[in-house]
């Protein structure tokens, strides 16, 4: 039978009590963690954002297949060009394309068809998801649990920005295939996240609400 390579893997030694002190400390800290719309444009270096993707990228993925590719944009024509064109779909939507109880839903968060974080944040992480891959002779092969791998890796990149001490949104404008014309991906990758990058503004606001309990969103048995 065909094996890959093993090693030996040892996991960090912490005592049951450093290890619940992290538990408790991580808590505390990602609790912290809000989704902000409003964007100071201070600069964030390359460096850091590079950290931040190779991070995402370690999550796992249906037989390691890492099927993802992350864009990330600091240019200000793009950024422009990317603004626009889900400013479009996003008027649309806001103007008759989502149901009233949509609309309703989302009225605690102060939402609208404009988006100047896509300008206005120094990146914008625009996560695609490849539903095959293709090799340099052009064969398809299959990858596998494509958007639960994404899914993983999307929420390890916005816990780094957290530890990083930036702040992130996942944005979905829908529709969102204008991105892979805007950024000339190829046709086996399809956007999935667009993930702005930055410092709050100086008077960023975010909504007050309670997240669940454990009680709520927990059985033991
Ligand atoms: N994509 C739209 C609408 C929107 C939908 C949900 I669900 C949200 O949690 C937030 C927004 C927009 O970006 O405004």
């Known amino acids: 039978m065909h094996k890959e390579t093993f090693r030996p893997y040892a996991a960090p030694a912490y005592s049951p009590a450093e290890s619940a002190a992290r538990a408790a400390d991580l808590y505390a ?8 719309r409003e964007y100071s444009d201070r600069p964030v270096s390359r460096e850091i954002i590079e950290n931040l ?14 099927p993802w590719t992350f864009c990330a944009v600091s240019s200000p024509e793009i950024k ?3 603004r626009e064109a889900a400013e479009k779909e996003e008027y649309e939507n806001y103007h008759g394309r989502m149901s009233d109880d949509w609309l309703e839903d989302l009225k605690p968060f102060g939402t609208d068809w404009k988006k100047e974080f896509l300008t206005v944040a120094p990146w914008l992480i625009i996560v695609f998801k490849k539903a095959y891959d293709v090799d340099e002779n052009g064969e398809r092969s299959k ?6 791998s994404v899914g993983l890796a999307a929420g390890f990149l916005l816990a780094a920005i ?3 001490g930036l702040v992130s949104l996942t944005h979905t404008p829908s ?6 014309k805007v ?5 086996n990758e399809r956007p999935f996240l667009l993930i702005p990058v930055g410092y709050p503004a100086e008077d960023a606001q975010v909504p007050v609400l309670q997240r669940k309990g454990l009680e709520d969103m927990a ?3």
Request: charged letters at 20%.
């Open 29 to 36: 800290y990602m609790d912290t963690r809000r989704s902000v």
């Open 53 to 66: 993707i190779k991070t995402a990228s370690s999550a796992p993925s249906g037989a390691h297949k890492q």
């Open 80 to 82: 422009a060009e990317i």
């Open 143 to 148: 990858n596998y649990y494509v958007n639960e």
């Open 162 to 164: 957290h530890n990083a």
């Open 175 to 180: 529709p969102m295939n204008f991105l892979q």
């Open 183 to 187: 950024l000339d991906r190829p046709a």
């Open 219 to 221: 059985v033991f048995y």
